[in-house]
């Protein structure tokens, strides 16, 4: 050891949260999955660094003591939603738009949509007035037992969203919603649950964001989905965290016979992120398609951790998630294609690309496979790259000035990430995050 | 009317001495050639003109429009009018011909007036159109990513497509006949005959006299061992499909 006196090991992450602090007066479908939630979140260790998962993110830094949930309509008091925020990202107008608020929430819809029987309401008025559907899929697709943060999200969720759409419905216009989390010292948590029914189909983006505060805030997530046979799901899914952000989700979709869902993430906010996202090909012929995009600066840590389970015969999944690196942020991927043994004649397919643009960045890329059918293809692919000098003198030699040049090589990498989305908006967002985070 | 001015270059490249004291004018409205063996610095030539960082300048100047190139970042050779068409034309996967083609003409706008809003789509596809046309490229050509996947033809009908659009002043071609066919070779040299023009001089790198055939040099430079040891007319190319370097090397020895 140098002079430098050895940092004494912080002891692990406490959170505050306590049975007194559970959501009141709700229905008791609502009420009973988060006493059962609670109590798993009692049971289930706080994560910490030898769990194979949290290996390479270390949460010790968050202060969860010093955390609370909002109060009842906090958000009056606190910064408003940005315009920009609430406009269609994927689509001249919305079908309906929820946005989750510190302490409340609000809600717009399109009559035509409730005429076709489409639910969009908030988790609340759907454990009132729509039980039975939401019982189906509530804490079904994403167990409680996932994780600490799953439980936890399960139990303390203050907002939540429960979209259905009924038998063979086509919904056109996308549906909309914005968790806005402003406020330090808070933990914003909420559900976000989907249940497409058999031939449906839907575009749905989902955005959370924040404005940059000093301090710490804490969100914890849930994305339950649903898909029934043959129903097909567009879910773009945003995370533009301000930077004091501690960021946790469980996401999973679980596809129906010759269901389909094109999965677009996108992951550019945050202080730390640590996301399990997943699709479950539980029936023949379902397929899904997941396109991820991060771009890490400062000391941002974003560590996504993706699963592809096929679990029945004929089932496609193909994964592309690019990133790129800068200052001193850190990313980690870490994939698995599970193949069951009945889920013969599989497709899968996994990559991860990381465009390193400092010396100072660090990039983790772990694929995995875990095959127990014989007749299947699987593929793989990680790759952690810097941007070649050769390339930047042929474009300077052009006469494009080297920060532009650098800027066009990363466009360029992320091109085939933007070559899956098919939203104009989405696609700009990204690439004016590329132009901000490039400075 | 302005001359590149190559005066007294000598060149290092990872420590080893490869352009020993090379001196060169070419005034715009020109076209010269400079052959020579492989191994005698021909390529490093053309890689120090445009700021190759990989090539350290020991001593001498490039002299044009009364300013020392040298001095100048690759970016800043580019708005003078400076061009290089690449021996090996880099890949840029996921940028296409035409938003790189854009982003380069609007840079050098730029560059010359700090207020310039940059060339307009329509503006941009009509020239880009004509000057495909010229080089006999098809349209979609434009939608490809720069390089990747090119064959070499199309790398170097690419590069002279470049040229056509950034128009400079004085282009060097490094080599651009190595690995065309003659159908290649001739569209490639028809193109650069279309550019040529009072504002225009051109450097012509080769190892081969054939390139020679289709683009008419006004003069004939031989470099060996990083100088030029002879200048001339068009017939010293053709002397040289003739008798070889030999001659050459043992007058040298002598």
């Not at chain 1, 049975?19 to 009420?31: C, F, Q, R, V, Y």
């Not at chain 1, 315009?83 to 738009?97: K, N």
């Not at chain 2, 070419?26 to 960082?53: C, F, R």
Request: glycine share 8%; net charge negative.
């Amino acid at each position: 050891m140098t002079a430098k006196a050895r940092q004494r090991p912080r002891r692990e992450v406490r959170l505050p949260f306590t049975a007194e602090m559970l959501p009141h007066d709700e229905p008791e479908l609502l009420a009973a999955y988060r006493r059962a939630a609670w109590e798993t979140y009692q049971r289930l260790p706080m994560p910490h660094r030898k769990m194979e998962a949290w290996r390479r993110t270390d949460i010790r830094g968050l202060r969860g003591e010093n955390l609370r949930l909002p109060r009842e309509n906090e958000f009056r008091s606190l910064p408003p939603v940005p315009e920009a925020l609430t406009q269609p990202l994927v689509d001249r107008e919305h079908g309906g738009q929820i946005l989750l608020l510190p302490g409340g929430h609000e809600r717009r819809m399109q009559a035509d949509l409730a005429a076709q029987g489409v639910i969009f309401t908030d988790l609340r008025t759907a454990a009132a007035e729509h039980p039975d559907l939401l019982k189906q899929v509530l804490g079904k697709v994403v167990p409680a037992e996932d994780g600490k943060f799953a439980a936890l999200a399960a139990a303390f969720s203050q907002n939540g969203v429960f979209v259905y759409v009924p038998r063979g419905v086509q919904v056109e216009a996308p549906l909309h919603s914005l968790a806005w989390g402003p406020g330090v010292g808070l933990a914003h948590i909420d559900h976000i649950v989907i249940w497409l029914d058999e031939g449906a189909s839907l575009t749905y983006v989902h955005e959370s964001a924040s404005p940059d505060e000093d301090g710490q805030t804490l969100h914890a997530g849930l994305v339950e989905i649903l898909l029934g046979n043959a129903a097909h799901l567009h879910f773009v899914e945003l995370q533009s965290w301000g930077r004091h952000v501690w960021n946790f989700t469980h996401e999973r979709a679980h596809l129906g016979r010759d269901a389909s869902i094109e999965w677009i993430f996108g992951s550019l906010g945050s202080r730390l992120t640590k996301s399990f996202t997943q699709v479950r090909l539980a029936e023949a012929g379902s397929s899904a398609r997941v396109s991820g995009f991060y771009f890490a600066d400062g000391k941002q840590h974003l560590d996504h951790d993706t699963r592809q389970d096929h679990l029945a015969p004929h089932t496609t999944s193909d994964l592309l998630y690019k990133g790129a690196l800068k200052d001193y942020s850190r990313s980690v991927w870490r994939g698995m294609i599970f193949v069951s043994p009945e889920a013969q004649k599989t497709d899968g397919y996994q990559a991860n690309r990381n465009l390193m643009l400092s010396d100072t960045a660090r990039a983790d890329s772990i694929p995995g496979l875990e095959i127990k059918a014989n007749d299947v293809r699987c593929t793989h692919g990680a790759t952690i790259g810097k941007v070649d000098p050769e390339q930047m003198f042929y474009l300077r030699s052009r006469g494009i000035p080297a920060p532009d040049a650098e800027r066009l090589i990363v466009e360029g990498f992320f091109d085939p990430i933007m070559q899956r989305i098919p939203f104009e908006g989405v696609r700009g967002r990204f690439s004016r995050a590329i132009h901000e985070k490039m400075g | 009317m302005s001359e590149l001015v190559i005066r007294n270059l000598h060149v290092n490249v990872e420590g080893k001495e490869i352009l020993k004291g090379l001196n060169l004018t070419l005034p715009q409205g020109e076209v010269h050639a400079i052959m020579g063996p492989n191994g005698t610095g021909k390529s490093t030539l053309a890689y120090t003109l445009m700021g190759h960082p990989k090539y350290e300048v020991t001593e001498g100047e490039v002299i044009f429009k009364g300013q020392n190139i040298l001095e100048l970042s690759p970016e800043e050779r580019a708005h003078l009018g400076i061009f290089l068409a690449f021996q090996y034309p880099v890949a840029i996967p996921g940028v296409t011909l035409a938003n790189f083609l854009r982003a380069a003409i609007n840079a050098k706008r730029k560059a010359i007036n700090p207020d310039d809003e940059g060339i307009s789509v329509a503006e941009f596809r009509k020239l880009l159109m004509e000057k495909m046309r010229l080089l006999k490229m098809d349209p979609s050509f434009a939608g490809r990513y720069l390089n990747d996947g090119f064959s070499g033809g199309e790398k170097k009908r690419a590069e002279i497509l470049q040229m056509a659009m950034l128009e400079p002043e004085i282009a060097i071609l490094d080599e651009t006949d190595s690995g065309l066919d003659i159908d290649a070779l001739r569209i490639v040299s028809e193109g650069v005959n279309a550019l040529r023009g009072p504002d225009l001089g051109v450097l012509v790198i080769t190892h081969y006299q054939r390139i020679l055939r289709y683009i008419k040099p006004d003069k004939v430079h031989i470099m060996m061992d990083g100088r030029i040891v002879e200048s001339g007319g068009p017939e010293l190319a053709e002397h040289l499909e003739e008798h070889g370097y030999d001659w050459l090397r043992e007058r040298i020895a002598a």
